[in-house]
């Protein structure tokens, strides 16, 4: 018997559901069908690798593409072209839920113009450095902590916030999820920034280090890495005001060479295992053939180094070999799936966003266009041979903005 509000579609055996999925070839066919079932049902389907989520010819439009097929779609409006606010968009479906506005940081002001927001910095010390124990005008390697910035709404993507990670994906409506979020501010201002359904404004939370990257475990738990290396697990301290954040360290302190390195990311395998991707980027000059002369050109050799974190000897471990899994990082977040095709490699997007946006507005300013072998980052690394190839020809998108990985919830 079917229940009020229940669609026809979910009226059918959760297994039929599943049978039908799975014999759909469009992978952007089966994301659709797939968002229109229910939980049962897609507990049943087969899952999905993580998809790209790129830039078309024009705003409107996004690019949806998998590791073997790739599809035209429209862009949530706004979610996915405004840059004053936080919003969770869906870019198969366009449903979007809203998170607290950054405005909900107490030291962080929207002016009267509309298009500008105002950052206090002592506020931020205070808060990173745990409220004033350490001198604040000298505090974060030398940096003078006094005074604001102000940015325009799409520059508080660039120089203010990184990304959010969620516990729960929230829902709109009278049955959406209690969730947890943790924000990534700049390296500037290093704090990580916690914000919950039950209390939607974003409190900055201590970290003397800075966090670079951050997961949600399966533990129930924000995991984070710090500049400096030092791993750590977030959880609410229930003896103060409101149940702040706090961390604690899981793991020993990250050892790698700082020559060349980028960027260090957190995953965990889908066992619980923590594991650290360090990605490095060296560049070099080089002379290619362009409108008929020889011109010079920047060539970025990308590698990456992967720690599994041995519990139970208590360090960290380099290898080359993560057996059945693939690793996928990038701007937005990192993901590790089992996926015996793709088994060993590491999938990565460009994740600097400033950079991104000027060569982005260096492409605009050259009507030869861009010089061959320029960096655009959306490649896949083999963890066993040591190389990287691109999956995306530069010329095949826009370069702004930057490439995007999600994963479907199937």
Known sequence: MAHAGESSIERLLPELLAEIHGRLESFVDRLAFASACGAPSRRLMRPEAPCLLLPSSTPERVLLQSLSESADARAPDPAMRDYGHLRMANPVTGEQVDLPAVTTIPSVRRLYSGGWFCLALAPFAEARFDRGRHNTTTAGGGECWKGTFTHTAAHMRLYFYRKVVLSVIPGGGPGRRSYAAMLLLRRRFGAPAFATSEDPAWRVAPSRDGVEDAIFHQDGAFYSVTYSGDVEAWGRDVETEKGAFVSRAVAPRLAFDERNLCRKYLAAAPDGRLMAVLKYSEEEQVQVPFGGYQQSGTFTRVSFMVQVLDAARGRWEKTT????????????????????????????????????CLRDVRHSQDRYGSIPGEAWGVGVYNLQTGVAERIIAQEDCPRWPPPAWFTPSV
């Open 321 to 356: 070999d993560i057996g059945d899994l693939a690793l996928f990082v990038g701007v937005n977040g990192t993901t590790c799936v089992s996926a015996r095709e793709w088994a060993g490699w590491v999938y990565f997007t460009d994740d600097d966003v400033g950079e991104a």
